[in-house]
Structures are given as structure tokens and as C-alpha cells.
């Protein structure tokens, strides 16, 4: 089993870069939980990069316990319903999240 840092760190060398052409995105993955921490990930210019810590420029900020973050990215929990169930929480433009959301599958 993955930690979030892990999978995080993993992101900029996993990411289709045809999907992230056009779009620029900052946000903060805000994680509580034994393996939890802070994270932002930016996405712009056909590039991804994840740095530890929180920017406050972020336009959003993801709150999820680290095994529901682990749950999501494996696959075996689904993002939408997490959402309307409240395991996600997202402080700052839904839009924003949303747009990452469909990049990352």
C-alpha cells in the first residue's frame, strides 16, 4: 500500500501530458491521518509538479483523511460519492478541482 506522498510525488512523472496542455491549476491536498501532511500540486504548461507544504495562492484546497486519498487514487473509492458523502472536502473553486479531476482519471 501507497502512502499519499508516494502517490503525490509520483504525479508529474505519470501524468499525460496531452491532458494537461491548456490548464493552468494550483491546489493544496490537505491530508490528516497517521501518513496525512500537506501538498500543493500545480499544473501548467503541459507540466505537473507536486511540492510539500501548502501555497496560499492555491485556487482550491482538498481536505480527505490519507486512506480515503489512498482509497480514491487505487481506485476503489469513487470521488464523486466521497464528495456528496463528505469524506472530501474542497475549501476554495470546485471548478478548479473538478477540471483535475477529470486529467487524473
Do not use: H
Amino acid at each position: 500500500m501507497s502512502t499519499p506522498a508516494e502517490i503525490l510525488n509520483k504525479i508529474p512523472t505519470t501524468i499525460d501530458p496531452s491532458k494537461i496542455a491548456g490548464v493552468n491549476a494550483t491546489v493544496v491536498f490537505d491530508l490528516s491521518g497517521d501518513n496525512g501532511g500537506q501538498w500543493t500540486m500545480k499544473v501548467a504548461d503541459g507540466a505537473a509538479s507536486v511540492s510539500d507544504g501548502a501555497d496560499p495562492g492555491a485556487a482550491a484546497t482538498i481536505k480527505m483523511t490519507d486512506t480515503d486519498y489512498v482509497a480514491m487514487m487505487s481506485g476503489s473509492l469513487n470521488p464523486m460519492m466521497a464528495f456528496m458523502s463528505g469524506k472530501i472536502k474542497v475549501e476554495g473553486d470546485l471548478n478548479t478541482v473538478m477540471k483535475l479531476q477529470s486529467i487524473m482519471g
